[in-house]
C-alpha cells in the first residue's frame, strides 16, 4: 500500500473543496503521464492531448466525488481508457493498430475502475452551454473572426484578406474574444484548464 506525503494528502483535501492551486499541483503530476498513456494507446499525439484535456476538466467537475488520494490517478487513466477504446471503436486510428495490441494494453492497464463513482455528465453539458452562449454574445465582428478561426481553422492573413481587414485589426479581435471567454470560465475552472483549452485559438 502506498504511503502519501503530507502535501500529497494536503493537496487532496484541498482539491475536494475548490482549490485551484491543488488541483495544478496533480495536474503537474499526472498531465504527462496520461498523454504518454494515450499516445501508447492510439498513436495520435493532436487527438491524445484532447483526452488528457478533457480527463482533468472532468477530473475537477467530480472532484467531490474522489474519496481517496489514489483515486485521482484511477480517475484520470480510466477516463482515458474509455476515450481511447472507444477513439479505437469508432476507426479514429490507424489502421495498423489492432485488437492484439489493444487486449494486450488493457491487460496492463487494467487500472481499479470507480464503479462506485456515478459520472454527472451535467456539468460537461452547463460548460458547453456557457461556452455557446458566450460566443453568442460576442460583438459581431468579434464573434465573426473568432468563428472562422476557431471552427474554419483558417490563418489570420485569410480572414483579413475575406474581410478586407488588417492583420493586427484580426489578432486584436481574438485577443478580445479569449479575453472574454477566460472571463466568463474563470469561476467555473482553474485558470490553468482555461489556459489550455483555449491555448490553440
Not at 22 to 46: M, R, T, V, W
Not at 108 to 127: G, V
Request: hydrophobic letters at 40%.
Amino acid at each position: 500500500m502506498q504511503d502519501y506525503s503530507k502535501t500529497e494528502l494536503l493537496n487532496f483535501k484541498n482539491l475536494k473543496v475548490g482549490n485551484e492551486k491543488a488541483f495544478e499541483y496533480f495536474f503537474n503530476k499526472y498531465y504527462s503521464h496520461i498523454l504518454g498513456f494515450c499516445i501508447q494507446f492510439i498513436y495520435d499525439k493532436p487527438k491524445s492531448a484532447g483526452i488528457t484535456q478533457d480527463a482533468f476538466l472532468n477530473l475537477w467537475l467530480n472532484k467531490e466525488k474522489i474519496e481517496k488520494v489514489n483515486g485521482i490517478e484511477s480517475f484520470l487513466y480510466t477516463f482515458a481508457k474509455s476515450k481511447c477504446l472507444n477513439a479505437i471503436r469508432h476507426n479514429q486510428v490507424k489502421e495498423r493498430y489492432k485488437s492484439k495490441i489493444l487486449n494486450k494494453k488493457e491487460r496492463e492497464l487494467d487500472f481499479d475502475i470507480l464503479n462506485s463513482m456515478n459520472f454527472d455528465t451535467l456539468a460537461i453539458s452547463e460548460l458547453e452551454d456557457l461556452i455557446s452562449k458566450t460566443i453568442k454574445n460576442l460583438p459581431e465582428k468579434t464573434r465573426v473572426i473568432f468563428l472562422k478561426k476557431r471552427f474554419d481553422n483558417k490563418k489570420n492573413q485569410d480572414i483579413a484578406n475575406e474581410l478586407n481587414v488588417t492583420v493586427k485589426t484580426v489578432e486584436a479581435h481574438m485577443t478580445k474574444a479569449l479575453k472574454i471567454l477566460r472571463l466568463s470560465l474563470s469561476e467555473y475552472l482553474p485558470v490553468i484548464l482555461v489556459t489550455i483549452i483555449f491555448s490553440d485559438y
